[in-house]
């Protein structure tokens, strides 16, 4: 398992911060700079054809290089950048393995000697019809180059990455405020809620409030959810509460899911994430709500690709996903528990997760569309 990242649960908090941030991605690039041992690191948003770079966050970088960099159109000779937008979204690599077939001009080979730059880890983070969305983090010769044990200990930043970028999109294309919640909610195309640290219901987008309307399984009373089932109303209770805390720096980063039954149809799918406290708000969570009827469901190739599991536990992780148990499970797949909850513990080992509940929250961020 890869180690564990500086300050990682503080670094995740920072980046969903970003999204209410007024300087949007820049101070957790100076975190995520601080936690990976790095010099410099940028997200770039770049215009495909022709290449061109149409909005930066960084840190590291000289006001006086940033300049040099965009009037020059330098990203047009970038190893990485060239590579980037030929290729889907996926996980950290080095640049190292580009750099034996590039050849740059005088003027970027000049940079980089002055800049004694090394290697990069990069990230394409997402892409458009026309644009992509690229993290890259620099290091010095001093510094040496990454491992690839540290780049799966970025790779666990992935999911969150992606899920807050596109959430910045979302906003950015319909001229929303990023500084309020309910402009970041009402873009969702699935039912979410806002709890504050005392789980009370502050806000819910239209998917939320027509989810209230039509189920009889659960609801929303002096302003706090209220589920028909004692069982659901219990579990719901302790996962919130301990996703506030975490939200509050008083537990490690943690997200849960929780699965409600309804009859004749398949269960809702509830994501709990811990909101950072901020000039909004003093810790709460964001409640996503998925409903298996109108999303489809990662599938197993898709997660045994991502997270490198093989095709049995890829297989038993998408049932989990779906709100199976591990003796269901075992029953359909004609298996021991014993061999179920074995898988479980080699996918919580390689993605990471610890709960089922966090591994389904990071299933479903990293690869819901």
């Given at each position: 398992m890869?180690?564990?990242?500086?300050?990682?649960?503080?670094?995740?908090?920072?980046?969903?911060?970003?999204?209410?941030?007024?300087?949007?991605?820049?101070?957790?690039?100076?975190?995520?700079?601080?936690?990976?041992?790095?010099?410099?690191?940028?997200?770039?948003?770049?215009?495909?054809?022709?290449?061109?770079?149409?909005?930066?966050?960084?840190?590291?970088?000289?006001?006086?290089?940033?300049?040099?960099?965009l009037?020059?159109?330098?990203?047009?000779?970038?190893?990485?950048?060239?590579?980037a937008?030929?290729?889907?979204?996926?996980?950290?690599?080095?640049?190292?393995?580009?750099l034996?077939?590039?050849?740059?001009?005088?003027?970027?080979?000049k940079?980089?000697?002055?800049?004694?730059?090394?290697?990069?880890?990069?990230?394409?983070?997402?892409?458009?019809?026309?644009h992509?969305f690229?993290?890259?983090?620099?290091?010095?010769?001093?510094?040496?180059?990454?491992?690839?044990?540290?780049?799966?200990?970025?790779n666990?930043?992935?999911?969150h990455?992606?899920?807050?970028?596109?959430?910045?999109?979302?906003l950015?294309?319909?001229?929303?405020?990023?500084?309020?919640?309910?402009?970041?909610?009402?873009?969702?195309?699935?039912?979410?809620?806002?709890?504050?640290?005392?789980?009370?219901v502050?806000?819910?987008?239209?998917?939320?409030r027509?989810?209230?309307?039509?189920?009889r399984?659960?609801g929303?009373?002096?302003e706090?959810?209220?589920?028909?089932?004692?069982?659901?109303?219990?579990?719901f209770?302790?996962?919130s509460?301990?996703?506030?805390?975490?939200?509050?720096?008083?537990?490690?980063?943690?997200?849960?899911?929780l699965?409600?039954?309804?009859?004749?149809?398949s269960?809702?799918?509830?994501?709990?994430?811990?909101?950072?406290?901020?000039?909004?708000l003093?810790?709460?969570?964001?409640?996503?709500?998925?409903?298996?009827?109108?999303r489809?469901?990662?599938?197993?190739?898709?997660?045994?690709?991502?997270?490198?599991?093989?095709?049995a536990e890829?297989?038993?992780?998408?049932m989990?996903?779906?709100?199976?148990?591990?003796?269901?499970?075992?029953t359909?797949?004609?298996?021991?528990?014993?061999?179920?909850?074995?898988?479980?513990?080699?996918?919580?080992?390689?993605?990471?997760?610890?709960?089922?509940?966090?591994?389904?929250s990071?299933?479903?961020?990293?690869?819901?569309?």
């Open positions: 890869a180690p564990a990242l500086q300050n990682e649960p503080d670094l995740i908090q920072t980046l969903y911060r970003s999204l209410t941030h007024r300087e949007g991605f820049h101070a957790f690039l100076e975190k995520l700079v601080c936690s990976i041992n790095g010099c410099a690191a940028q997200l770039l948003v770049i215009n495909r054809q022709p290449l061109r770079m149409e909005h930066l966050w960084y840190h590291g970088l000289s006001e006086e290089f940033i300049d040099w960099y009037k020059n159109n330098m990203i047009a000779q970038d190893v990485v950048t060239n590579q937008v030929k290729q889907a979204p996926g996980l950290f690599q080095s640049a190292l393995p580009l034996p077939e590039f050849q740059p001009d005088e003027d970027y080979s940079w980089e000697n002055d800049q004694d730059m090394l290697d990069s880890a990069w990230l394409v983070v997402d892409n458009t019809r026309t992509s690229v993290l890259t983090i620099q290091r010095t010769v001093a510094q040496g180059p990454y491992r690839q044990v540290e780049l799966d200990a970025l666990r930043l992935v999911p990455i992606r899920q807050t970028v596109q959430l910045y999109r979302q950015e294309t319909r001229n929303q405020a990023a500084s309020s919640l309910a402009a970041i909610i009402d873009v969702l195309p699935d039912a979410t809620f806002v709890l504050d640290s005392l789980a009370t502050l806000y819910s987008n239209r998917a939320a027509d989810l209230i309307a039509r189920e399984c659960l929303i009373r002096d706090r959810f209220r589920f028909a089932e004692s069982d659901a109303q219990s579990a209770f302790r996962a509460a301990q996703v506030v805390r975490s939200s509050m720096g008083k537990e490690d980063y943690c997200s849960e899911t699965f409600l039954k309804r009859d004749n149809r269960a809702l799918i509830f994501v709990i994430r811990p909101i950072e406290s901020s000039e909004l003093a810790g709460g969570a964001l409640v996503s709500v998925y409903e298996p009827e109108k489809r469901l990662p599938g197993a190739d898709q997660i045994a690709a991502y997270f490198g599991l093989t095709r890829a297989l038993v992780c998408e989990l996903v779906s709100g199976k148990d591990p003796r269901t499970i075992s359909q797949n004609g298996r021991s528990v014993s061999t179920v909850r074995s898988q479980i513990k080699q996918i919580f080992q390689k993605t990471g997760c610890s709960r089922q509940g966090e591994l389904i990071r299933v479903l961020a990293a690869l819901l569309r």
